[in-house]
């Protein structure tokens, strides 16, 4: 019998039960660090050496964290169904989990690419975008055909997300959506389970009742990630 379609939103809830620090509120990095100075390409004109470094220790605690029970249980369900993960995520661990299809609709942080490709002109192109692994990228290293400066190949805001047509159509096809991990605030991404077909099961994990009621015909977890993820798990 055919596998249904799995489609899971994962968002920066379900790193933080690894170590990953989240975006916003609790002490989150915006709350420390300016948004604009490193995650705008006006703070890259301005101080690209910033960036780079506040990238850099990204990285180096990505090396020191491992994917948790969420992250495992979302590669598991590929046993039994056509899973596909599309996260807000730029770390790494769905994949180090197992997940064989995930698709990184924010960018990911063990890349990086000449800042004059993967633009409009080139179609977004990957042909330039390099994985580096762990390691610290500075002023001074250049690639691509001119030899440009190599940036984070991340999604700034005020940047288009080229992977949000692909991860609507998946959507759009999904038999089960489980949305975990995020406070779906952060748009074009949170907008991507209004693509979701008539009859499709929706599922939104959070520890905030609260936003249960935002959304209607949504079944509610009230759980953090792996505890939540666990309860899916015997739903499905």
């Known amino acids: 019998m055919k596998k249904k379609n799995l489609v899971i939103l994962s968002g920066s809830g379900i790193s933080a039960e690894s170590g990953i620090s989240t975006f916003r509120g609790g002490n989150g990095l915006w709350d420390n660090v300016p948004v604009q100075e490193i995650c705008t390409s006006e703070g890259w004109q301005r101080n690209p050496a910033k960036v780079l470094d506040f990238y850099n220790e990204r990285r180096a605690q990505l090396k020191g964290v491992e994917p948790n029970e969420a992250h495992r249980i979302c590669a598991e369900l ?3 169904f056509e899973v596909c993960v599309v996260t807000q995520n730029v770390d790494n661990l769905h994949e180090r989990a197992g997940s064989s299809r995930v698709v990184h609709l924010h960018g990911e942080l063990t890349k990086v690419r000449p800042t004059d490709c993967y633009t409009y002109a080139d179609g977004f192109s990957e042909k330039y975008v390099q994985d580096i692994g762990y390691r610290a990228v500075h002023m001074g290293e250049t690639g691509g055909p001119h ?7 991340i999604v700034w805001f ?6 949000l047509e692909k991860a609507a159509a998946l959507v759009q096809v999904a038999d089960i959506l489980v949305i975990v991990g995020t406070s779906l605030q952060v748009y074009p991404a949170a907008g991507l389970y209004q693509f979701a077909p008539s009859g499709c099961r929706i599922f939104l994990i959070d520890p905030d009742s609260g936003l249960g009621g935002h959304i209607p015909g949504v079944s509610f977890i009230n759980e953090v990630a792996t505890a939540g993820m666990r309860k899916f798990r015997e739903i499905v």
């Open 158 to 163: 005020g940047e288009a997300v080229p992977n």
């Open 78 to 80: 590929e046993e039994r």
């Open 147 to 153: 030899k440009r400066q190599l940036r984070q190949h």
